[in-house]
C-alpha cells in the first residue's frame, strides 16, 4: 500500500494499492529516482482515466484536486 498527501497542506488523503501505484509510476513523469511526489490537473486526471485508471484511484485523485487548478501529492510506502 502507498500512502497520498496533499504536497502543500500535508493532509493525508489515502491509502491506494501497490497496483495502484504502479499505473501512477508508467504513466507520469518523474523528476528523478529519490521524486516522491507527482502534480495532477484535472487534465493530468483526465489522461490517466482515459488510459484505463480504476475507478477508485480516479476519486480519490479528483477529491484531492477539489476545485483548485492543480495539487502536488507527496506518497510514501506504508508499512
Do not use: N, P
Amino acid at each position: 500500500m502507498v500512502k497520498l498527501y496533499d504536497g502543500e497542506t500535508g493532509t493525508a488523503l489515502g491509502r491506494i494499492s501497490d497496483e495502484q501505484f504502479t499505473f501512477l509510476e508508467d504513466h507520469l513523469e518523474e523528476e528523478s529516482g529519490e521524486d516522491q511526489d507527482y502534480y495532477f490537473s484535472a487534465a493530468t486526471i483526465d489522461a490517466l482515466e482515459e488510459e484505463g485508471a480504476d475507478a477508485e484511484l480516479v476519486a480519490l485523485l479528483r477529491q484531492a484536486l477539489g476545485d483548485r487548478e492543480g495539487v502536488e501529492l507527496r506518497w510514501e510506502r506504508a508499512d
